[in-house]
Every structure is written in C-alpha cells, then in structure tokens.
C-alpha cells in the first residue's frame, strides 16, 4: 500500500435519511476509482459495507462503514453512515473525523429528518 502525506488524505462522510442511495452511491464510488471490480447491491445483500448478517438481512445500514480508494494520487476514506434514526450514532461518529460530507436526497421524497 502507498504511502500518503496527510495533504493527500480525504475522508468523506455519506450522510442522509434511510433509503436515499448512500451504499449504492459509495458502491460507485469505490467501483469508480477501481477498488472494487463490480458494484454490489443492497437488494442482493453484497455490497461492500453492509457487511454484518443484520444489514445483509434487514436491507440497510445499521453501522458506520469505512472504505477507502485511491483517485488521482489522493487516499480517500469513504465512510458510508447509517441513516435510520436508530442507528444516529454511527452517523455522528462519521461526521467527527470528515472534511467533507455528501448529503444524499432522493428526488421523489425530497429533504428528511
């Protein structure tokens, strides 16, 4: 594994209400910058971070998920957070060490708690 100057670091929250697209979204992300050589689906229970038994069966994240990827000579952390409210925790513990957070929102529902 490279080594990287703290310069070249990202950590990027996923942030949102439960269903609006963050693992799929950090599927892409991670099948984007090659870390992965097909995307996963929540449906099909193999995505990369809803790994434990619960959220392969439940069909959501439940846990704060770190992954990373390398984009043109950056390390990036994707923390993908749970967006249901009983699992707020792992969303707080997410956005404690980010520098940047994408707010997903489904265009149908529009802005939620």
């Known amino acids: ?6 310069e070249d670091i990202r950590n990027i929250a996923i942030v949102g209400h439960g269903g609006t697209g963050k693992t799929t979204l950090a599927e ?3 099948f ?4 992965i050589n097909r995307m ?5 229970g193999n995505t990369v971070s809803d790994f434990t038994a ?8 439940m846990h704060l998920a770190l992954m990373n990827a390398e984009r043109k000579d950056k390390h990036i952390n994707i923390l993908d957070c ?6 707020t925790g792992g969303a707080y513990q997410g956005m404690a060490v980010c520098d940047t957070a994408l707010l997903c929102v489904t265009g149908a529902d529009g802005i939620q708690v």
């Open 1 to 6: 594994m490279a080594k990287y100057k703290t």
């Open 28 to 30: 892409a992300m991670l």
């Open 32 to 35: 984007k910058c090659g870390a």
């Open 40 to 44: 996963g689906k929540v449906t099909e």
């Open 54 to 61: 619960e959220e392969k069966a439940a069909g959501y994240s």
């Open 82 to 87: 749970p967006g249901y409210a009983d699992f």
